[in-house]
């Protein structure tokens, strides 16, 4: 066998093993895509079920009615009520994040002032205490204010989070101080180069942070428990608990519920799913 035809049965084998790797990559995600799906399909279909149906396992009713949606939809005041409160907080809290968080950014990044680089510290350092910690502490300091049970409570702790802070930091350093010091000779103030420059050349990253934020706000679900205590203040991942038990004998209409509170965020994943995606990857940097 001369040196050429070994060589060629070598390039042969490897791309039948890069073959064989990608087929098993594809296999896993599909696998593990398909085991995501079928909760949710589970779900859909039993929200659409007929009670008579109810007995017996089948994956798609032989029957469709669209019964406990209409009947969630027209009835269920509660329901509403949790939407509205989900989207208030979720809504603030990520209008508050980008706008403290960009202006802590730019203050570590653009301003000179002393103490600014122990401050940036104590902000990555504060990624390795547990949120679980603070618990107990903060809910001490949101009852002697009177803000349990209120909106306040779900917002303003976490206006400054160290996540939003460090990834517009690692932003902001990029972009280039001549732009700054153009705007300075052409009398810009500190506030206008924030405001005109700074924010619209990040306009990707704060994106990204905000669906981020915004999705992260909305499935909140342990400090809500804990400083929610009227039925109608609860956001939908608290009150969704709460259906269970009114619910327990009838899984088509708890479905019917729990199937459209999950509707805002498939929505919201539907139309912005590229930023999400992009949200995802610079938080897994930094990691």
Request: hydrophobic share 55%.
């Amino acid at each position: 066998m001369s040196f050429a035809d070994t060589a060629k049965d070598l390039i042969d084998v490897r791309v039948d093993v890069q073959t064989l790797y990608e087929v098993g990559v594809y296999v896993v995600l599909y696998g593990l895509a398909l085991l995501w799906f079928i909760p949710l399909l589970r779900m859909f279909a039993l929200s659409v079920t007929p009670s008579t149906q109810l007995f017996g396992f089948q994956w798609v009713p032989t029957r469709v009615t669209l019964a406990f949606w209409i009947e969630t939809i027209t009835t269920s005041d509660l329901l509403g009520r949790w939407i509205l409160n989900t989207f208030i907080i979720a809504s603030t809290t990520t209008a508050l994040i980008v706008v403290v968080d960009s202006m802590v950014a730019f203050s570590l990044t653009r301003l000179e002032w002393p103490g600014r680089k122990a401050i940036l510290g104590i902000i990555i350092a504060s990624f390795m205490v547990p949120p679980q910690i603070n618990v107990i502490p903060l809910f001490t300091l949101i009852n002697r204010l009177g803000w349990v049970n209120s909106y306040q409570a779900l917002v303003f702790p976490f206006v400054a989070g160290p996540l939003g802070v460090f990834l517009l930091v690692q932003f902001f350093r990029d972009i280039p101080e001549d732009l700054e010091e153009s705007a300075r000779l052409d009398g810009f103030s500190t506030f206008r180069i924030y405001a005109q420059i700074i924010l619209p050349l990040s306009l990707p990253v704060i994106t990204a942070l905000a669906l981020f934020v915004f999705v992260w706000s909305w499935n909140q679900y342990l400090w809500p428990l804990i400083v929610l205590q009227n039925e109608a203040a609860y956001t939908l991942p608290v009150g969704a608990t709460t259906l269970q038990s009114v619910y327990a004998q009838e899984s088509n209409r708890l479905m019917a519920n729990l199937a459209l509170i999950s509707l805002p965020l498939f929505i919201v994943f539907l139309l912005f799913q590229d930023k999400l995606i992009s949200s995802v990857q610079m938080q897994a940097g930094t990691g």
